[in-house]
């Protein structure tokens, strides 16, 4: 009984442990700094279509934990004309039991220039 409560504790805490810690907006322009920094050296062309963007909306991280149930967290910037304008999340809650998929266990973080 004790090694069920202890899965179920872990479960817990890599599920739904993102959703409980919110950066703040200091903390996420730094991040969103960052990733707009490092899209510009990675990806070709990826000053001058920053240039042409009217507005870039950037989620530098997005965290993947689970086991058969998880989810997806991410705390990213809308910037209009170089200026952040708003702060938004990203959650998603997935199951996969029952979409017929290999079960999805253990965590992920996931960053990428140009998105996932």
């Known amino acids: 009984m004790k090694k069920l409560a202890l899965i179920v504790i872990c479960w817990v805490t890599l599920a739904y442990g993102p959703f409980l810690y919110?950066?703040?907006?200091?903390?996420?322009?730094?991040?969103?700094?960052?990733?707009v920094e490092r899209f510009k050296s990675e990806?070709?062309?990826?000053?001058?279509?920053?240039?042409?963007?009217?507005?870039?909306?950037?989620?530098p991280e997005v965290?993947?934990?689970?086991?058969?149930?998880g989810g997806e967290y991410g705390e990213g910037a809308l910037r209009v004309n170089g200026k952040t304008v708003d702060y938004l999340q990203?959650?998603?809650?997935?199951?996969?039991?029952s979409t017929g998929r290999a079960v999805e266990n253990g965590g992920a973080g996931i960053s990428e220039p140009g998105g996932t």
Not at 90 to 97: P, S
């Open 90 to 97: 990203y959650r998603r809650r997935f199951n996969r039991f």
């Open 22 to 35: 919110a950066a703040s907006a200091t903390e996420i322009d730094i991040k969103v700094d960052a990733a």
């Open 63 to 69: 965290m993947k934990a689970g086991f058969g149930i």
């Open 43 to 59: 990806v070709q062309g990826g000053a001058a279509f920053l240039k042409k963007a009217s507005g870039l909306l950037v989620f």
